[in-house]
């Protein structure tokens, strides 16, 4: 069940919002204060993401950020953009970061996946239920207090 | 916060003194700054992240087109950042591997950076 | 058009995002700082008034709050409770408000409505274009700086 | 920011230091314990909002509950309230004529609140 959802045009300025959503909406469902850095980092990621796939694609939609605030803290975040981009997302090694061929959205994106990878831990990137769009579900632990 | 930028000059680097969040909707104004810099002569640049408050992956993606686009023109490019939160997200994206990372601005000139 | 939408459930504790947000977004908009206390509280006492209302009427629905950043910054707060309740707010007179036989919740919703119409100068109430509920309206004007 | 409530005793008087947020969310802990001072037999309570940051018509009404409800038992109950934000809110809702509004604890307590 969704508690809250936030829905913006593909803006990098709402971006913003959605970050502080996502903190605000954690710090009081109880998330560790060591858990809302790695939350604001990882909403961030997903909606860039989202919003430079909707841009790239001339989606004037809107992306979707729904929040549940049980047990687990649940951050989803549903993008429109044909499911082939957005599935295709990998993490890269030091030395193709560092090469010259590769463009800077390329780069952007690859690191962009690494972030959200590397710093939460129940991760799923999916097809969307209904439609096109690719889904990137992110939940942590809530140690009520 | 919003994105600060300063810069200036010690010796033969260029000190770019970056502040506030570097996120999706900020990293353009880097961009064209470093740009600028690039573009005006500048072959050593030293950019220091202390006061950085958030950086996210269009920041580093700025920050590493800077570095491919300075050693294209046999220039030098370094970081300096020793905050924990930050260095955190260079080790997990394997960017520590990349760049030139210092504990602080004069590190970085002692380094030849 | 909408650039920003947040839903919540009818919980009091979401009436705190919802007033984050709606400051975030006029302050990134540009409206001029002494504004923002109004729509804080505006954007405030239309969600709690909103929330109040679903709880009375036992409505799970979720409460739905769009913002439009363009000239002017614009705030709906829609309810789906039956139209009686949703219109039927007032502002009450001095002796009315100390008056012994006034429950507490008709005051709070005197006062609320009070501070509603007292604050903002664009206010609209009126019932929802579809199905059942009131939208609450609030625009101030943008100097973009 | 949370509701911070501490209460300390100033001759007859009680006083309620309220900082904090106000709202819909928080105003159930202040009629809590404004009702457990009520019925634990106190009967002059003056409430401090110097550091209330947000008060919205929910606070409102439970500051009115309270007032109403100390009349009924003949005690007194004063505000303080000298911030302007907050004196507009009062003023708006025309709880500036119904409510005792004092500039300090001191005055509150002077004029026996
Ligand atoms: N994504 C990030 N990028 C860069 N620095 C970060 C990031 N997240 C956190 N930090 C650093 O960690 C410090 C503490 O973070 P945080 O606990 O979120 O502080 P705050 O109290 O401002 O929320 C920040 O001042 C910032 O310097
Ligand atoms: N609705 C309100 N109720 C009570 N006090 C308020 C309200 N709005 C503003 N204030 C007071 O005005 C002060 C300045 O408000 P504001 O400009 O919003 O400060 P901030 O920098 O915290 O956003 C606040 O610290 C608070 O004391």
């Known amino acids: ?18 970050r502080l959503v996502g903190v605000a909406v954690a710090r009081r469902a109880g998330l560790r204060e060591e858990l809302l850095d790695e939350v ?44 082939e ?9 030091p030395d193709e970061l560092a ?5 800077d959205e390329a780069l952007t994106v690859g690191v962009g ?33 | 916060m919003e994105l600060a930028l300063t810069s200036r000059t010690v010796g033969e680097h260029t000190v770019l003194e970056v502040g506030g969040e570097v996120d999706v909707y900020t990293a353009p104004r880097l961009r064209e700054e470093l740009l600028a810099l690039i573009d005006g002569g500048t072959r050593r640049i030293v950019v220091d992240l202390q006061r950085v408050d958030f950086l996210d992956s269009t920041g580093l993606g700025v920050l590493v087109g800077a570095m491919k686009k300075l050693r294209g023109v046999d ?39």
């Open chain 1, 1 to 18: 069940m969704a508690d809250v959802r936030l829905c913006f045009s593909p803006a990098p300025v709402h971006v913003r919002t959605a």
């Open chain 1, 40 to 83: 604001r980092l990882a909403v961030g990621e997903a909606c860039a993401r989202a919003v430079a796939l909707h841009r790239q694609y001339g989606l004037r939609d809107q992306v979707e950020v729904t929040i549940s605030d049980d047990e687990p803290y649940t951050v989803r975040v549903v993008d429109r953009a044909p499911v």
């Open chain 1, 85 to 93: 981009a957005g599935l295709g997302l990998s993490a890269l090694p």
């Open chain 1, 99 to 103: 090469d010259e061929s590769l463009t």
């Open chain 1, 113 to 145: 996946f690494a972030l959200l990878a590397g710093l939460v831990e129940d991760l799923q990137v999916r097809p969307v239920a209904e439609g096109i769009g690719t889904e990137v579900r992110m939940s942590w632990p809530l140690h009520r207090r």
């Open chain 2, 75 to 113: 220039g030098t490019f370094g970081l300096v950042c020793a905050k924990e939160p930050l260095l955190k997200i260079f080790r997990i994206t394997a960017l520590d591997q990349v760049f030139p990372l210092y504990e602080s601005v004069d590190a970085a000139i002692a380094a030849g950076a």
